[in-house]
C-alpha cells in the first residue's frame, strides 16, 4: 500500500484524500461545543449535505482526473509503439536496399569476372602471334567488344619523334584523325596517362587540381578513359575512349576493376610481339611484314639498342641494308676515354661506393655521347670505347667526336659537384680521338660475337689517350680529326710526336678545356660557308691518309 501510495500514477487521489480531509476536519470544528471564532454566514442547508455534496463533487472530480491520466498513458505508449513502427519500417527499408544494391554489385562483379576471364583467353591467344596486324585486330575488337568503346582512338608511341600518333580509330573521320599527333612532352591528359602509367577516369579526374585543366585540351577532348598500355621497360601507347556503345558516362566501381586489369595485359601482349621493331611506316602501312624481315629486325635492336641512340635504331631498322655485320670499311671517328688515376681513387672508397659512382658515370657519359650522334662501341673497365660515323652517315664524325668530348667534361664537372654535396670523392677523365679508315662488323667467335671497329685509326686513338698522361693534357686528338674543327676552337698545336706503335713521329692537338661544346655549334654556319668556299679549291696540306671532308682548310694557327 506504501508503494501504492507513493507510486506517480497515485498523486490525484492523494489530492483528493487530502481535500476530504481538510473539509472533514472543517466539519468537526462546526459540530465542537466551542467553534475557532470564525463567523460563517448562516446557510439554508444543513453542513451534512453541504459536505455531502463537496464529497460528490471532489470524488467526480477524482474519476475525472483518472480518466485523463489513463488517457494521457495511451497516447505515450501508442507514441512509443508508432516510433517504434517507423523506425523498424525504415531499417527494414534501408536493409532491402542495401541488400538489393548488394545483390546488383555481386552481379556486376560476377560479370567483371566474366568478362575478365574472356580478357584473359583473348590475351593469351595474343600472347602466342607476332603478327601485329592480327594483333591489333584483336586488340580493337577486345576495345569495342569487352569495353564497349563506340569512340576511341588507339595511339602509339613515336620513339623517333618522341609523339603519340593515332594508329586505329572508331567514330572518327581520317581528315580529324590526322591532326590528332602530339610530342609526349605535352601538357595532355593522354600524355599524362602514359607518364604516370594510370588509367583516368573523367570523374575522378574532374576533382583533381592538375588533372581537371588537361581534360579538354587540344588536339583531343571529350575524353572519358584513357588506359595507358605499357611493359616493363618501355611505353607502347595510350588508348582515348570518348563514348561509350550504351551512351553511358559515369564510369562505376566494377567498370573501374575491368579497365584496370587491361593496361598491362595487353601491354604484356605489345611487349611480346615487340611491336617496336618495326618502325612507324611499317605499322601503318598495308605492306605485309615477313616473320622474317622482323626477326633480322630484331636481331639488328639485339646488336644495336644497348649501345646507340633510338633515332639511329629507327634508322637502321628502316634501312638494313645500310650496314654489313659481315665487315665493311668505313671512315669514322674513334674516341677513348679513361679515368685519371682510377686505381687510386678505387681504393680509397668502399666497393658499394665505386659502383655507385661509376654506374652513375658511365650512364651520364653515355647519353652525352648518344646526343652526339655517337655510338658506344665497348666499356672497358672504367673506359669508354665510342665510334661516330659508323652506323651513321655524319658528314663531320670528328667534329661530333670532339663536341662530345667537351660536353663530357662539362657534365663530369656537374657530377663531381653533385658528389661532393653527398660528401663522395670526384675524379678527372682523358679523352683521346683519332679519325680515319676503319674496318666495322660483326667479329668474334661462333659462340659470341660483337659489332666493332679495328684499324690503325682505333689504335692510334687508344694511345692519344694515354699520351695525356705523359703530357699532362685531358683531350688529344690527330690531324685528320683537327682538320674537321671550324676555326674557333682553342687548341695547342703540338709537333713531332713520337707515339708507341708508329715509326715517325706526328703532329698532335690538344683541345683546351676551356673551350665548350656549344661554342663549337655556335660556328656551324660559319663552318658551312667555309666548306663551300673551298670546295673550288686543293687542300694542300691534307694528310695523305685522310679523307676528304668536303674540302675544308686546315685552321691556320
Same mark, same amino acid.
Given at each position: 500500500?506504501?508503494?501504492?501510495?507513493?507510486?506517480?500514477?497515485?498523486?490525484?487521489?492523494?489530492?483528493?484524500?487530502?481535500?476530504?480531509?481538510? &473539509?472533514?476536519?472543517?466539519?468537526?470544528?462546526?459540530?465542537?461545543?466551542?467553534?475557532?471564532?470564525?463567523?460563517?454566514?448562516?446557510?439554508?442547508?444543513?453542513?451534512?449535505?453541504?459536505? /455531502?455534496?463537496?464529497?460528490?463533487?471532489?470524488?467526480?472530480?477524482?474519476?475525472?482526473? +483518472?480518466?485523463?491520466?489513463?488517457?494521457?498513458?495511451?497516447?505515450?505508449?501508442?507514441?512509443?509503439?508508432?516510433?517504434?513502427?517507423?523506425?523498424?519500417?525504415?531499417?527494414?527499408?534501408?536493409?532491402?536496399?542495401?541488400?538489393?544494391?548488394?545483390?546488383?554489385?555481386? #552481379?556486376?562483379? =560476377?560479370?567483371?569476372?566474366?568478362?575478365?576471364?574472356?580478357?584473359?583467353?583473348?590475351?593469351?591467344?595474343?600472347?602466342?602471334?607476332?603478327?601485329?596486324?592480327?594483333?591489333?585486330?584483336? !586488340?580493337?575488337?577486345?576495345?569495342?567488344?569487352? &569495353?564497349?568503346?563506340?569512340?576511341?582512338?588507339?595511339?602509339?608511341?613515336?620513339?623517333?619523334? *618522341?609523339?603519340?600518333?593515332?594508329?586505329?580509330?572508331?567514330?572518327?573521320?581520317?581528315?580529324?584523325?590526322?591532326?590528332?599527333?602530339?610530342?609526349?612532352?605535352?601538357? *595532355?591528359?593522354?600524355?599524362?596517362?602514359?607518364?604516370?602509367?594510370?588509367?583516368?577516369?573523367?570523374?575522378?579526374?574532374?576533382?583533381?587540381?592538375?588533372?581537371?585543366?588537361?581534360?579538354?585540351?587540344?588536339?583531343?577532348?571529350?575524353?572519358?578513359?584513357?588506359?595507358?598500355?605499357?611493359?616493363? =621497360?618501355?611505353?607502347?601507347?595510350?588508348?582515348?575512349?570518348?563514348?561509350?556503345?550504351?551512351? *553511358?558516362? =559515369?564510369?562505376?566501381?566494377?567498370?573501374?576493376?575491368?579497365?584496370?586489369?587491361?593496361? %598491362?595485359?595487353?601491354?604484356? /601482349?605489345?611487349?611480346?610481339?615487340? &611491336?617496336?621493331?618495326?618502325? $612507324?611506316?611499317?605499322?601503318?602501312?598495308?605492306?605485309?611484314?615477313?616473320?622474317?624481315?622482323?626477326?633480322? #629486325?630484331?636481331?639488328?635492336?639485339?646488336?644495336?639498342?644497348?649501345?646507340?641512340?633510338?633515332?639511329?635504331?629507327?634508322?637502321?631498322?628502316?634501312?638494313?641494308? #645500310?650496314?654489313?655485320? +659481315? +665487315?665493311?670499311?668505313?671512315?669514322?671517328?674513334?674516341?677513348?676515354?679513361?679515368?685519371?688515376?682510377? %686505381?687510386?681513387?678505387?681504393?680509397?672508397?668502399?666497393?658499394?661506393?665505386?659502383?655507385?659512382?661509376?654506374?652513375?658515370?658511365?650512364?651520364?657519359?653515355?647519353?652525352?655521347?648518344?646526343?652526339?650522334?655517337?655510338? &658506344?662501341?665497348?666499356?672497358?673497365?672504367?673506359?669508354?670505347?665510342?665510334?661516330? +660515323?659508323?652506323?651513321?652517315?655524319?658528314?663531320?664524325?670528328?667534329?661530333?667526336?670532339?663536341?662530345?668530348?667537351?660536353?663530357?667534361?662539362?657534365?663530369?664537372?656537374?657530377?663531381?659537384?653533385?658528389?661532393?654535396?653527398?660528401?663522395?670523392?670526384?675524379?678527372?677523365?682523358?679523352?683521346?680521338?683519332?679519325?680515319?679508315?676503319?674496318?666495322?662488323?660483326?667479329?668474334?667467335?661462333?659462340?659470341?660475337? =660483337?659489332?666493332?671497329?679495328?684499324?690503325?685509326?682505333?689504335?692510334? /686513338?687508344?694511345?692519344?689517350?694515354?699520351?695525356?698522361?705523359?703530357?699532362?693534357? $685531358?683531350?688529344?686528338?690527330?690531324?685528320?680529326?683537327?682538320?674537321?674543327?671550324?676555326?674557333?676552337?682553342? *687548341?695547342?698545336?703540338?709537333?713531332?710526336?713520337?707515339?708507341?706503335?708508329?715509326?715517325?713521329?706526328?703532329?698532335?692537338?690538344?683541345?683546351?678545356?676551356?673551350?665548350?661544346? /656549344?661554342?663549337?655549334?655556335?660556328?656551324?654556319?660559319?663552318?658551312? @660557308?667555309?666548306?663551300?668556299?673551298?670546295? @673550288?679549291?686543293?687542300?694542300?696540306?691534307?694528310?695523305?691518309?685522310?679523307?676528304?671532308?668536303?674540302? !675544308?682548310?686546315?685552321?691556320?694557327?
Amino acid at each position: 500500500m506504501v508503494k501504492l501510495f507513493n507510486s506517480r500514477s497515485s498523486r490525484p487521489f492523494r489530492i483528493i484524500l487530502l481535500v476530504i480531509a481538510a &473539509i472533514a476536519a472543517v466539519a468537526a470544528c462546526a459540530h465542537a461545543d466551542t467553534p475557532p471564532a470564525i463567523v460563517i454566514a448562516p446557510s439554508p442547508f444543513a453542513w451534512s449535505v453541504v459536505v /455531502a455534496l463537496v464529497v460528490v463533487i471532489i470524488a467526480l472530480l477524482g474519476v475525472f482526473l +483518472g480518466m485523463v491520466n489513463k488517457s494521457l498513458g495511451k497516447s505515450v505508449q501508442i507514441k512509443a509503439t508508432v516510433k517504434k513502427t517507423v523506425e523498424d519500417s525504415y531499417a527494414r527499408k534501408i536493409r532491402n536496399e542495401y541488400q538489393a544494391k548488394q545483390a546488383l554489385l555481386d #552481379k556486376k562483379i =560476377e560479370q567483371v569476372r566474366q568478362r575478365f576471364t574472356m580478357v584473359m583467353i583473348k590475351v593469351k591467344n595474343l600472347l602466342d602471334t607476332l603478327d601485329h596486324k592480327e594483333l591489333f585486330n584483336a !586488340i580493337s575488337n577486345l576495345i569495342e567488344v569487352d &569495353i564497349g568503346a563506340s569512340r576511341y582512338v588507339i595511339f602509339l608511341v613515336d620513339p623517333v619523334k *618522341h609523339e603519340l600518333y593515332p594508329f586505329r580509330w572508331q567514330g572518327y573521320s581520317d581528315s580529324a584523325v590526322e591532326k590528332f599527333s602530339m610530342s609526349v612532352e605535352n601538357a *595532355h591528359a593522354l600524355t599524362y596517362a602514359l607518364k604516370r602509367k594510370q588509367t583516368i577516369y573523367r570523374d575522378a579526374a574532374t576533382s583533381d587540381i592538375e588533372l581537371r585543366k588537361l581534360l579538354d585540351r587540344e588536339p583531343l577532348s571529350n575524353m572519358l578513359v584513357a588506359i595507358p598500355l605499357f611493359g616493363k =621497360e618501355k611505353n607502347f601507347g595510350v588508348v582515348h575512349i570518348a563514348a561509350f556503345a550504351d551512351g *553511358h558516362t =559515369e564510369i562505376d566501381e566494377s567498370e573501374i576493376r575491368f579497365l584496370s586489369t587491361l593496361p %598491362t595485359f595487353i601491354g604484356g /601482349a605489345l611487349a611480346n610481339a615487340d &611491336i617496336f621493331v618495326q618502325t $612507324r611506316e611499317e605499322l601503318t602501312s598495308a605492306k605485309q611484314v615477313t616473320e622474317h624481315e622482323i626477326a633480322e #629486325k630484331r636481331r639488328l635492336q639485339e646488336i644495336f639498342s644497348r649501345y646507340t641512340s633510338a633515332e639511329l635504331i629507327e634508322s637502321l631498322l628502316r634501312n638494313p641494308e #645500310k650496314i654489313d655485320l +659481315g +665487315g665493311v670499311n668505313k671512315t669514322a671517328a674513334i674516341m677513348f676515354t679513361d679515368i685519371v688515376g682510377f %686505381t687510386a681513387f678505387s681504393s680509397r672508397m668502399n666497393p658499394k661506393e665505386v659502383v655507385i659512382l661509376m654506374n652513375e658515370y658511365l650512364s651520364r657519359m653515355t647519353e652525352v655521347i648518344l646526343d652526339y650522334q655517337g655510338e &658506344i662501341d665497348k666499356f672497358i673497365g672504367d673506359a669508354i670505347m665510342a665510334r661516330f +660515323g659508323v652506323l651513321s652517315d655524319l658528314p663531320y664524325p670528328a667534329k661530333n667526336a670532339v663536341e662530345a668530348a667537351c660536353a663530357m667534361m662539362e657534365e663530369l664537372e656537374l657530377l663531381s659537384s653533385d658528389w661532393a654535396n653527398r660528401g663522395l670523392q670526384g675524379f678527372n677523365i682523358r679523352v683521346g680521338i683519332a679519325t680515319g679508315e676503319v674496318l666495322a662488323g660483326n667479329i668474334g667467335s661462333s659462340r659470341r660475337q =660483337e659489332f666493332t671497329v679495328m684499324g690503325t685509326t682505333v689504335n692510334l /686513338a687508344s694511345r692519344l689517350e694515354t699520351l695525356n698522361k705523359e703530357l699532362g693534357t $685531358r683531350i688529344l686528338v690527330d690531324e685528320a680529326t683537327f682538320v674537321q674543327l671550324p676555326r674557333g676552337v682553342k *687548341h695547342q698545336k703540338r709537333e713531332n710526336v713520337r707515339i708507341r706503335g708508329l715509326d715517325t713521329p706526328v703532329t698532335i692537338y690538344e683541345i683546351l678545356e676551356q673551350v665548350k661544346s /656549344a661554342k663549337i655549334v655556335s660556328i656551324q654556319p660559319k663552318l658551312d @660557308q667555309l666548306a663551300s668556299r673551298n670546295n @673550288q679549291s686543293t687542300d694542300k696540306d691534307a694528310l695523305p691518309d685522310t679523307p676528304p671532308v668536303a674540302g !675544308i682548310k686546315r685552321p691556320d694557327n
